[in-house]
């Protein structure tokens, strides 16, 4: 009970703790002096934040994106012409290990490397983007052919593909290398919340999609605490914040025909 104590406390000390607070007091002060209007509309803010910040809506909403690719057993995964890793998961650093900072997408790289050991094709397509350091152009599927060498996967079995400022680019390039070597079928490793309009963004393309989900934010697969009363923390806006992207994403992609229903 004393720790659970404390960490509200702290929690309050976080932007989003003590900016709830603030309103809330405000809220209570503006009411008291009759200032209706404005207590009616710092309140609605107050209800905004924790409801984002303190309840299970956030978890929720993501947790339907990515409760259809839940229980995939990668060991039972058939094999395909080529393993499709998506960028996201790294940047350049100057003093991480191998210069790789992973991102909170990592858990893609962990999940491409083990299906290219379990033998489920001969052939890793890396993606990503580009970013600068130091002056120094780094893309990302360079940095990630880099590291995946000293995990022991042989540099000429993977492709680094350039870079690609989104999913569609990325099923771009793809689509060309499969037509080039005469691929169908892919296995393409994503984050879970974002399968469902990669995987149709790639069908698209023609293409055979395996897909095989990773890094999941939510209850689905991984403890949470969405259901504890609590004070409004940032984990509730990351994971709204990645809902309103696939949902905005997959209307976008709609309009413009880069996937079918």
């Known amino acids: 009970m004393h720790d659970g104590f404390q960490h509200q406390v702290l929690y309050l ?54 409760r259809p690719y839940a229980g995939v057993d990668i060991e039972k995964l058939p094999t395909a012409d080529a393993i499709v890793l998506l960028g996201g998961g790294t940047n350049a650093s100057r003093y991480e290990v191998e210069h790789v900072h992973f991102t909170p997408a990592g858990d893609r790289l962990v999940m491409a490397h083990a299906l290219f050991k379990m033998n489920k094709a001969p052939v890793l397509l890396l993606g990503g983007n580009v970013n600068k350091l130091d002056g120094a152009v780094r893309y990302e599927s360079e940095i990630v052919r880099d590291l995946f060498v000293t995990w022991g996967i042989p540099k000429e079995a993977m492709i680094p593909m350039s870079f690609s400022n989104d999913t569609y680019g990325e099923a771009l390039k793809v689509h060309d290398l499969a037509a080039e070597h005469g691929w169908h079928r892919i296995l393409l490793v994503t984050s879970a919340n974002h399968q469902r309009r990669a995987s149709a963004t790639f069908r698209a393309q023609g293409l055979e999609v395996i897909s095989v989900p990773c890094n999941f934010l939510t209850g689905v697969s991984n403890p949470s605490g969405d259901s504890e009363l609590s004070v409004p923390r940032y984990d509730g806006f990351v994971k709204t914040a990645t809902w309103l992207h696939e949902q905005a994403g997959w209307f976008m992609y709609r309009r413009r025909g880069w996937i079918k229903e």
């Open 13 to 66: 000390l976080e932007p989003i703790g003590f900016t709830w607070a603030c309103l809330l007091v405000l809220t209570v002060a503006l009411w008291w002096k009759r200032q209706l209007w404005f207590a009616v509309a710092t309140g609605l803010l107050v209800i905004f934040i924790t409801v984002i910040g303190a309840t299970p809506l956030p978890g929720t909403l993501l947790g339907a994106l990515e």
